[in-house]
């Protein structure tokens, strides 16, 4: 059964950081992709940022380009998200999602809330 669990949300102010991580398990082998939502009230779940496994360039969203960063732990089969320069506008729950084997399985979220 595919688990995966996100940790290190919070109350942050404007302008400070946060790191999320995603522990992801039972441990896959192959290609698949690790991604990170968000989804603020009232608005549809928008992509963040998302990564490899197996490596190659991770891709941003625009809006949290040159601020967030996506990293990967493969011992400890975690995924990251170190989030600076943090704005009320990135105030949102935010979801893991693995992507393999063509199925998508979510984490149950975690609260991001900056504010001004």
């Known amino acids: 059964q595919v688990q995966l669990v996100e940790s290190g949300g919070g109350l942050v102010q404007a302008g400070g950081s946060l790191r999320l991580s995603c522990a992801a398990s039972?441990?896959?082998?192959?290609?698949?992709?690790l991604r990170w939502f968000r989804q603020a009230p009232g608005k549809e779940r928008d992509f963040v940022a998302g990564?490899?496994?197996?490596?190659?360039?991770?891709n941003y969203a625009d809006s949290v380009k040159g601020r967030f960063t996506i990293s990967t732990d493969n011992a400890k089969n975690t995924v990251y998200l170190q989030m600076n320069s943090l704005k009320p506008e990135d105030t949102a729950v935010y979801y893991c999602?693995?992507?393999?084997?063509?199925?998508?399985?979510w984490g149950q979220g975690t609260q991001v809330t900056v504010s001004s």
């Open positions: 990564i490899s496994w197996t490596g190659g360039r991770p």
């Open positions: 999602n693995l992507v393999v084997a063509n199925k998508n399985y």
């Open positions: 039972p441990r896959f082998f192959g290609t698949y992709i």
